[in-house]
């Protein structure tokens, strides 16, 4: 008796739980999806801006010149703050043929690109030749002095 009743108990048991043996969908683990299957599912397409020949310029080794066209320099490298917004430029001033020359870095509101129509053309900056020479070097891994025009320089907020 005590057999039978077992014998039930062990039916009655193996009829509630799901088959072992029964057929699974590739991809597909009790309803969810595997990362296989994410994979699979297209990606959105990349956003896409077109500027114009006519209006986009690089600036890297652009001659830098004064308002009274005197040489100030090449610009080397641009300064941008954390959220990406471009701040200042790193111009190498002075020299003979990178001899003698020391970098130092200007405000970007000093900067103008009115005629940077091909690589031939100048960016004109808001200040002397004298007002740059004074100027402290720049120095990776320093705080960075920035030479601003006058009354353009806004501070940066920075937590040294």
């Not at 310029?57 to 959220?83: F, K, Q, T």
């Not at 917004?85 to 200007?106: N, Y």
């Amino acid at each position: 008796m005590r057999i039978g009743i077992l014998i039930l108990f062990l039916i009655a048991g193996l009829a509630g739980s799901p088959p072992a043996f029964a057929a699974e969908e590739p991809g597909v683990t009790q309803g969810r999806t595997t990362p296989a299957d994410a994979a699979k599912e297209p990606a959105p397409p990349p956003s896409v801006t077109v500027i114009g020949a006519r209006d986009a310029h690089g600036i890297l080794g652009r001659e830098v010149r004064s308002a009274a066209n005197e040489d100030m320099g090449r610009i080397v490298d641009v300064i941008v703050d954390r959220e990406g917004t471009v701040r200042a430029a790193v111009i190498d001033f002075g020299g003979f043929l990178g001899v003698g020359s020391r970098k130092i870095v200007v405000d970007w509101g000093a900067l103008r690109f009115g005629g940077v129509a091909n690589k031939r053309d100048s960016i004109s900056l808001e200040l002397t030749k004298a007002q740059v020479a004074a100027a402290p070097e720049y120095k990776e891994d320093a705080p960075v002095i920035v030479l601003g025009a006058a009354g353009r320089l806004q501070p940066w907020d920075f937590d040294h």
